[in-house]
């Protein structure tokens, strides 16, 4: 590697790092936003005075009707751009380079002259004070600051190599992921999370019986949308907010692609590729991902509960590894149509294997009499098959600026079996319950369709949007428990009718929106918006003599659910300094596996069951923030009220008659659901993005909220202060060299019954490109300081617990990614250049 580098090579470095990032998030965006009109504008930069060309700048174009982003492009070595499939209308042209002063240009694409060319645009050198000016640098690609809105480019977290999905959403403001995998924004674990903007059958925390977020691996995802506060347009579920992950796309001429190799400590591997091809009017993509990964895991748990007649004391001890291997395949196409159609088909297949294994130590002590001792042993095997697939459908109107109808349909099937399997071996003197095997076998799918359409007013400072959807949920399964025929046969089980059942669950909801946005003056902007949903839902349980709740399950519902937002404008130019108050009205909708009255053993001691007669919870939203750029820094602040009412509580108690059969083996305890009143939430986040050199970014993010809790199912409201703190420093080193350094933390949590104690890491990544860009090679720390783990504690009248799980969070992982065709490595990616696709745009 060369260790040398002359003054201008160094400079033309510079501009290379600092320009590609901001188009390699501003591309994806543009890919989601662009209309695929007949317009073009192109030109060429050079410096004033010397004439030379200046490569490597961003040219940003915006609507000038409202200053939302529509695209960008990126200068060549010899200064020249070029953006193409731009709609008619008006635009501003932005040209940003940290070493030149902002250019700024106003032009007008009409069906008599569609293109614009603006040849030898001169560039001006910045000088000390222009650094003032409110302009957005390649830095800043990582996260994008808007009001009710953030973005994160994943490919710039270094964080997220060999990671999944969770790993991301572990670096996003407001976003809070706890060791098992469940993902919480602002105090609730309500969240809505979509993939390229459609339902895709994920589970947060598994709590959903489908694919988990840590199943999804990172090398997929380009981009993470974050929607605070959503409106009328998008579904009603989810009341702490909307998640969508943007996954990679390629829209070049060519073949493109990136292939990867991730080896992490411990037998960690992971690996993917991924190609595109553009012929003519046609892009064609495939990809592959694998994943085979490791990890140890340990835990203990202390319980005392106070039964009518006498005090039981457990203790539980376990120590074990689970193994992750996954595999998927996706192919799709993107077609450009005549008269400003396009048209989309993808298609995927997974599957997915999970093997759980956890020696366990057990006592019991029964009032004061002697402690009662056995091992247990728990043994996991899931396996699933994963296929989606899903088509889209655009048109726009060349001689209309922004009117536009779209459609897109779409389906997951999800095949899962769960066999566990238990057994206790007793010490001398002590009674061991029999092993047992308890197996769930799950169909479950999902199909939607969606219309869209948009029409702008005729002043042209205001826009109507309407659309109709209808999803459809089902489920098919079967439960299966079974005992240990006898000792000498112990892999023989026998069914326990009592105890085994067959169900089936659908929900379908159609729905219905109008939106409404215009203008109030120069400053001043309006939206307000109404959503329907008519919820039918209908399930049944055959079998299970011996469960309480079993029999039928009915509810439907209609719901409307209204939105509205106002901002005002401070600043000279558009997003500079705004001020916005918005109102949505939300629900949570229980899932199958939340309402199913099915005992899911979790360990020996301890099983899951569901509520048939859970209800919804719906929540008004409110939110107040104000976003402002001072130089290179972005300040957003925002406060916040959620009120939920027949809010949805996960609660513990003691199963007294699975206690009393259980004997000497321990006492058995069971978790549940139930609305339990009205809650309100306060808070506020501040989140800061600012340069604090040339070679140093920092990016800082912190809330404060009160949760409220209707705990123990007597309606006593309980409140906490929580408070969380994320902290991101970007450096580059050497032109070729990054490194990144975060860390998150979060303080005890209130619970139904308890609290969530503290917890936070941190985590080193350091990114060396080679080969000119061809290659690069990464190293990341996950959990440096080895101090992520689970702590949660329960206090009822008749039960305590406390429980520490701790998996194993501290691991190495060494990365190398090749780059194919006009793919490069970029300061800060992690990953190639791909453009996301499926974002929710403006």
Do not use: C
């Amino acid at each position: 590697m060369k260790t040398l580098f002359t003054a201008s090579a160094l400079s033309l470095s510079g501009r290379v790092l600092r320009g590609a990032a901001l188009v390699s998030l501003l591309l994806p965006l543009g890919a989601a936003a662009q209309t695929g009109g007949a317009g073009s504008v192109s030109g060429s930069l050079v410096e004033a005075g010397s004439g030379k060309p200046v490569p490597f700048s961003d040219v940003v174009l915006l609507r000038s009707a409202d200053s939302t982003f529509v695209t960008a492009a990126q200068t060549t070595e010899q200064g020249a751009f070029r953006a193409a499939g731009l709609p008619l209308g008006t635009y501003l042209m932005r040209v940003q380079d940290l070493n030149y002063k902002v250019l700024r240009r106003r032009f007008t694409l009409t069906a008599t002259a569609p293109t614009v060319q603006f040849p030898g645009l001169q560039l001006t050198a910045a000088t000390a004070t222009k650094l003032s000016e409110v302009v957005v640098t390649a830095q800043k690609a990582t996260v994008v600051e808007e009001l009710g809105k953030r973005v994160i480019n994943v490919e710039k977290d270094l964080a997220s190599v060999g990671g999944t999905a969770a790993n991301v959403l572990q670096n996003v403001p407001s976003v809070s992921v706890d060791v098992n995998g469940t993902v919480s924004m602002r105090g609730t674990s309500n969240v809505t999370i979509l993939i390229d903007g459609k339902p895709a059958g994920v589970s947060n925390g598994g709590t959903g019986g489908g694919q988990r977020l840590d199943q999804i691996p990172a090398s997929r995802i380009a981009q993470v949308e974050v929607i605070t506060n959503p409106s009328a347009k998008y579904d009603a579920a989810g009341g702490g907010g909307v998640i969508n992950l943007i996954t990679k796309k390629e829209t070049r001429p060519g073949t493109n692609g990136t292939a990867a190799l991730n080896l992490g400590t411990n037998e960690k591997y992971s690996g993917n590729l991924n190609l595109s091809r553009k012929v003519g009017k046609a892009t064609w993509s495939g990809s592959y991902d694998g994943r085979d990964v490791t990890y140890a895991s340990k835990g203990h748990s202390e319980q005392v509960a106070l039964l009518p007649s006498e005090t039981v004391r457990t203790t539980q001890v376990g120590a074990g590894s689970e193994g992750h291997r996954n595999h998927s395949l996706r192919l799709g196409v993107e077609l450009e149509l005549p008269k400003n159609q396009t048209l989309g088909l993808n298609g995927s297949v997974g599957t997915e294997r999970n093997l759980e294994s956890e020696g366990q130590e057990l006592t019991q002590q029964t009032n004061s009499g002697p402690v009662q001792r056995a091992r247990g042993q728990q043994d996991l095997d899931v396996q699933v098959k994963l296929l989606n697939y899903g088509g889209n459908y655009r048109r726009t109107w060349a001689e209309h600026k922004g009117r536009e109808l779209s459609a897109n349909f779409g389906g997951v099937v999800i095949d899962a079996t769960v066999p566990v399997v238990q057994r206790q071996y007793a010490e001398v003197g002590n009674i061991a319950q029999p092993a047992t095997r308890q197996q769930l076998d799950l169909l479950a799918n999902i199909q939607f369709g969606q219309v869209d359409y948009t029409h702008p007013l005729a002043d042209g400072k205001g826009r109507l949007e309407m659309g109709a959807k209808v999803e459809h949920q089902g489920s098919r399964g079967s439960n299966s428990f079974g005992f240990a025929a006898n000792e000498s046969r112990p892999n023989d089980f026998v069914n326990d009718p009592a105890r085994s059942l067959t169900y089936a669950s659908d929900q379908v909801v159609p729905a219905a929106y109008v939106t409404a946005q215009h203008a109030l003056g120069a400053k001043w902007n309006a939206q307000a918006g109404l959503r329907t949903e008519y919820t039918l839902l209908s399930g049944s349980i055959r079998g299970g003599a011996g469960i309480q709740q079993r029999g039928s399950l009915a509810q439907d519902y209609l719901s409307f659910f209204p939105s509205a937002l106002i901002s005002r404008e401070f600043g000279k130019e558009p997003g500079q300094n705004r001020l916005q108050l918005s109102y949505a009205r939300r629900l949570n909708r229980p899932n199958f596996m939340q309402q199913l009255p099915l005992a899911i053993y979790q360990d020996p001691r301890s099983y899951r069951l569901g509520n048939p007669r859970l209800r919804a919870e719906f929540s008004h939203n409110i939110e107040l923030g104000h976003q402002l750029n001072v130089g290179q820094a972005t300040i957003t602040s925002t406060v916040f009220a959620r009120i939920t009412t027949s809010s949805i509580q996960r609660l513990r108690f003691v199963d007294t008659t699975a206690t009393r059969l259980a004997g000497n083996s321990g006492l058995v305890t069971a978790e549940t659901y139930d609305n339990l009143g009205t809650t309100t939430n306060l808070g506020a986040e501040l989140s800061l993005n600012q340069p604090l050199a040339k070679w140093w970014r920092l990016n800082a993010s912190t809330s404060l909220y009160r949760a409220q809790i209707a705990g123990n199912g007597i309606g006593n409201n309980r409140t906490a202060l929580v408070g969380t703190a994320r902290l991101t420093n970007n450096f580059t080193l050497r032109p070729t060299l990054d490194v990144q350094l975060s860390g998150n933390v979060r303080s005890a949590s209130l619970t139904a019954q308890g609290r969530q104690l503290a917890w936070g890491q941190m985590d080193l990544a350091l990114r060396q490109r080679l080969f000119s860009d061809r290659a690069a090679l990464t190293l990341r720390v996950s959990d440096l300081l080895n101090t992520s783990s689970y702590r949660t504690e329960i206090e009822t009248d008749v039960l305590s617990s406390t429980r520490y799980a701790k998996d194993e969070t501290r691991v190495g992982w060494l990365g190398f990614t090749w780059y194919i065709g006009a793919s490069k490595a970029k300061p800060g990616r992690i990953e190639a250049a791909p453009q996301g696709g499926g974002g929710f745009g403006g």
